[in-house]
Nanobody, 121 residues
Framework: QVQLVESGGGLVQPGGSLRLSCAAS????????MGWYRQAPGKQRELVAT???????TFADSVKGRFAISRDNAKNTVYLQMNSLKPEDTAVYYC???????????????WGQGTQVTVSS
């Protein structure tokens, strides 16, 4: 089985920073794309940022210039550095990874359990 565990969420004042981490464990053969999504109350889940295996990145327009995504392939971990946080960044943040499990070869999407980020004074 494969498990994604997120950490790093919390309460921060506007203008502050947080760093989220998401580590995958289990019977992993390979990981392709990694990404972060978020869901605010009453809204649909939206893409925040993605990173490919060769570290090509994409960002939602709302976070460009403020957020950075990175990965450590040796640790099966993806990070989201969030700077200049705004109240509208408040949401539950989820990581997603495309993972090929040992013995199968096919890539499947796996999701983390979500971590709450609250930006408020």
């Amino acid at each position: 089985q494969v498990q994604l565990v997120e950490s790093g969420g919390g309460l921060v004042q506007p203008g502050g920073s947080l760093r989220l981490s998401c580590a995958a464990s289990g019977s992993i053969l390979s990981i392709s794309d990694m990404g972060w999504y978020r869901q605010a109350p009453g809204k649909q889940r939206e893409l925040v940022a993605t990173i490919t295996r060769i570290s090509s990145t994409t960002f939602a327009d709302s976070v460009k210039g403020r957020f950075a995504i990175s990965r450590d392939n040796a640790k099966n971990t993806v990070y989201l550095q969030m700077n200049s946080l705004k109240p509208e960044d408040t949401a539950v943040y989820y990581c997603k990874m495309e993972i090929s499990r040992r013995g199968t070869g096919a890539y499947t999407n796996y999701w983390g359990q979500g971590t709450q980020v609250t930006v408020s004074s």
